[in-house]
């Protein structure tokens, strides 16, 4: 085993399963697809379907109900739901910092409802272990003019020319070329949690022009030529089906707006390929400072990717200042064109759109659903792991299955840094993941179970058995060695299993403090 790694951790923002190059995609993305073949590609691993309970999750190595982030970043004034990051939870930040670790973070952070610059700050990014950050407290922004930029405990403004992709990449280059010029011989933990590709639809011109013509094929080809190119990489099974067309999505021979719905996904493509060239900058700057070989570098998203369709109802609190995420003006003083418009062509800064469900369908080739649900296509997420000093395969899948949870046990695990029972006073929860490292070397999954429940939609997975739920429907159950898309549902002729994997599910949501979705609606209704 080397020396205790540095730790570089890249998140991104509402991509699907299939869209970065080495996950079948046709989005051009070099730098990670370097990653992936010179280190592992794993191919089972979820997220908790929704941005903000998945950030927490990860942060922390727990659920997100145990963390007080159990929907979202709202106060429901019950126990597990009160959208702040609760005293009872160590992040991996302040874990690694207390190990040794020197800590910084760019980008997204969105794990408290105090957004305000006047307001608490008790859970911002460097009261929960980091030594410096920039980034955004809340969950979206204008990438030209986001609201709630900070630098470390101060809010800021947007400098001219702002484009808040390329501005998370150049502050993680300059925390890494910081660290190594002045905390010679100390490791580092490094998150770099970028924005993109969440709505808005912003990229810059000349990286919209690549994808020019890209996806005119239109979603039907487009989603079958992903799955061949799956099947041949080795991501997926041949005898998993492509599931059928969301059944609100016409054919696209019938698409009446074909120019403008090939520009939100020549947009959207342009998000992630801005990205990926900001890694390629930050990578590139641990070679320069002698740190690549002993980095360990993991790459992941935040849900599946995101069916939301944008309204024009968004501007009009965006305009009156009471969304955190929305600025109602480009930074020039124009204002922004809010909603989903066919006559308004997306990626400019003053338009506000989203890639809605068409494209989503096939952002999360080949499975069912989207970011909130959790069926595979709102929890599945590329993964990629490199670390050269510390993983001998090369160009390698793994197919044991883990989730985020994990990701705090493992860094804690290769770093030699013990999870504390305390901190600042206050008992700690247990951790919840398990150190994939063992892994590494393809030996067998850490976990047994894996868990889900947002909105309603709940999941239990144990070995190759799926039970899943889109709320308010009854349980499913999926064989995923044989059925992984979700097409064939087997709950009807094995009782017996979905209440078994049911008594799990329902054991491990009162051990977690999950509130079911319509108890916590009329709780809702009852306080307003």
């Known amino acids: 085993m080397p020396n205790r790694p540095n730790i570089l951790l890249i998140l991104n923002d509402d991509m699907g399963y299939s869209d970065l190059g080495c996950y079948g995609g046709e989005v051009l993305t070099p730098n990670l697809d370097t990653l992936a073949a010179n280190g592992l590609r794993y191919t089972q691993f979820y997220n908790t379907a929704r941005c903000c309970p998945s950030r927490v999750s990860l942060l922390t190595g727990l659920h997100p109900h145990q963390a007080d982030v159990g929907h979202m970043m709202d106060d429901d004034d019950i126990e597990g739901y009160l959208g702040d990051l609760n005293a009872d939870t160590v992040t991996i930040a302040e874990a690694l910092g207390a190990g040794g670790y020197r800590t910084y973070m760019s980008g997204k952070w969105h794990v408290t409802r105090h957004v305000e610059a006047n307001g608490p700050k008790h859970n911002w990014p460097c009261n929960r272990g980091f030594d410096d950050f920039y980034g955004i407290i809340t969950g979206a922004a204008n990438y030209w003019n986001p609201k709630t930029l900070t630098r470390n405990d101060e809010r800021i403004e947007p400098e001219p020319g702002h484009f808040i992709t390329d501005r998370i990449s150049e502050e993680a280059v300059r925390q890494i070329t910081e660290h190594c010029a002045t905390h010679t011989g100390e490791p580092f933990f490094q998150y770099v949690a970028y ?38 990489m080795g991501i ?37 390929d801005r990205m990926d060239q900001g890694i390629g900058r930050i990578t590139q700057t641990l070679r320069d400072n002698g740190q690549w070989e002993n980095t360990l570098i993991v790459f992941l998203a935040d849900n599946g990717a995101c069916a939301e369709r944008i309204g024009p109802k968004l501007g009009e609190g965006a305009r009156r200042g009471t969304i955190p995420y929305a600025t109602g003006s480009t930074s020039d003083g124009r204002d922004v064109c809010f909603g989903n418009n066919p006559e308004v062509m997306p990626g400019t800064e003053d338009t506000y759109q989203s890639c809605g469900v068409p494209w989503a369908n096939v952002s999360n080739t080949p499975f069912r659903l989207y970011k909130h649900w959790v069926h595979e296509g709102g929890i599945s997420t590329p993964f990629i792991v490199h670390w050269p000093a510390g993983i001998e395969a090369r160009n390698e899948f793994r197919d044991q299955p883990a989730q985020l949870p994990d990701v705090m046990a493992t860094f804690l695990d290769v770093a030699d840094t013990p999870y504390p029972s305390s901190h600042h006073g206050h008992a700690i929860k247990p951790l919840e993941g398990f150190s994939m490292a063992p892994t590494f070397a393809d030996a067998p999954p850490t976990r047994d179970g894996l868990y889900w429940e947002h909105e309603g939609n709940k999941a239990v997975r144990r070995g190759q058995w799926k039970l899943v739920c889109r709320h308010p429907g009854d349980w499913e159950l999926y064989d995923m060695l044989a059925d992984r898309s979700e097409m064939q549902d087997l709950a009807a002729s094995k009782p017996e299993l979905v209440a078994e994997l049911g008594a799990l599910h329902d054991a491990w949501a009162a051990r977690c403090g999950v509130v079911p979705w319509q108890e916590l609606q009329q709780h809702r209704k009852s306080r307003r």
């Open 195 to 232: 924005t993109a590709p969440h709505w808005p639809l912003h990229a810059h011109p000349e990286d919209i022009d690549k994808y020019s013509g890209r996806f005119d094929a239109g979603w039907d080809t487009l989603r079958k030529e992903r799955l061949e190119r799956m099947v041949a």
């Open 236 to 272: 997926i099974d041949r005898q998993w089906l492509l599931t059928d067309r969301d059944p609100n999505v016409p054919a696209w021979e019938d698409v009446k707006h074909k120019a403008w719905e090939t520009r939100r996904m020549e947009v959207y493509a342009a998000q992630i």
